[in-house]
T-cell receptor, first 116, second 110 residues
Framework: DTEVTQTPKHLVMGMTNKKSLKCEQH?????MYWYKQKAKKPPELMFV???????INESVPSRFSPECPNSSLLNLHLHALQPEDSALYLC???????????????FGPGTRLTVL | KNEVEQSPQNLTAQEGEFITINCSYS?????LHWLQQHPGGGIVSLFM???GKKKHGRLIATINIQEKHSSLHITASHPRDSAVYIC????????????FGEGTQLTVNP
């Protein structure tokens, strides 16, 4: 199984709603990532979990709250979002979070989020 | 100046043509990645390179570490190759963090 799954595929929410994005992989990867991608732009890293611990937070606003309940699952909790947060949210995983050598990241299909 | 520069930004080709996309970077790297993104979002990793050349089907990726330059070639291009191709580097000191180029939008017409 070389797949990263994400649910839901599409999400429309109001600015006062609370919702969650879910990401799952069963490849035994120990590093998991959240990216945000705006139209016609490359992905921007938001968070990295390594061995279920938050390793990198790229100064993301607190209305985005990540959670890694176990090594296969990564959630992104959303609360009080703004319309400018509308984007494609991509999850990825890699075997490790390696400094010394390259590590292929496997991406999920993304959740298309619209904030009204 | 961005750490990763891709050219061209947009590329239109006729089916069957040989295509080259270029990537230059300015930092020391542990690896360079070529990624493909189709409309609708999903990103697929095509190659990870730290030296030399790799080939997979009609795709070939090369890297010159001394010149800090990589190329992605597509032979006998096909309309299904139409996608955004993104170059991304893993810096020597940045762990798995990827620095992305702006992407090249490739359109292959039948």
């Amino acid at each position: 199984d070389t797949e990263v799954t994400q649910t839901p595929k599409h999400l429309v929410m109001g600015m006062t709603n609370k919702k969650s994005l879910k990401c799952e992989q069963h490849m035994g990867h120990r590093a998991m990532y959240w990216y945000k991608q705006k139209a016609k732009k490359p992905p921007e890293l938001m968070f990295v979990y390594s061995y279920e611990k938050l390793s990198i937070n790229e100064s993301v606003p607190s209305r985005f709250s990540p959670e890694c309940p176990n090594s296969s699952l990564l959630n992104l909790h959303l609360h009080a979002l703004q319309p400018e947060d509308s984007a494609l949210y991509l999850c990825a995983s890699s075997l490790h979070m390696s400094r010394e050598r390259g590590d292929t990241q496997y991406f999920g299909p993304g959740t298309r989020l619209t904030v009204l | 100046k961005n750490e990763v520069e891709q050219s061209p930004q947009n590329l239109t080709a006729q089916e069957g043509e040989f295509i080259t996309i270029n990537c230059s970077y300015s930092v020391g790297i542990s690896a360079l990645h070529w990624l493909q993104q189709h409309p609708g979002g999903g990103i697929v990793s095509l190659f990870m390179l730290s030296s030399g050349k790799k080939k997979h089907g009609r795709l070939i990726a090369t890297i010159n570490i001394q010149e800090k330059h990589s190329s992605l070639h597509i032979t006998a291009s096909h309309p299904r190759d139409s996608a955004v191709y993104i170059c991304a580097v893993q810096g020597e000191t940045s762990g798995s963090r990827l620095t992305f180029g702006e992407g090249t939008q490739l359109t292959v017409n039948p």
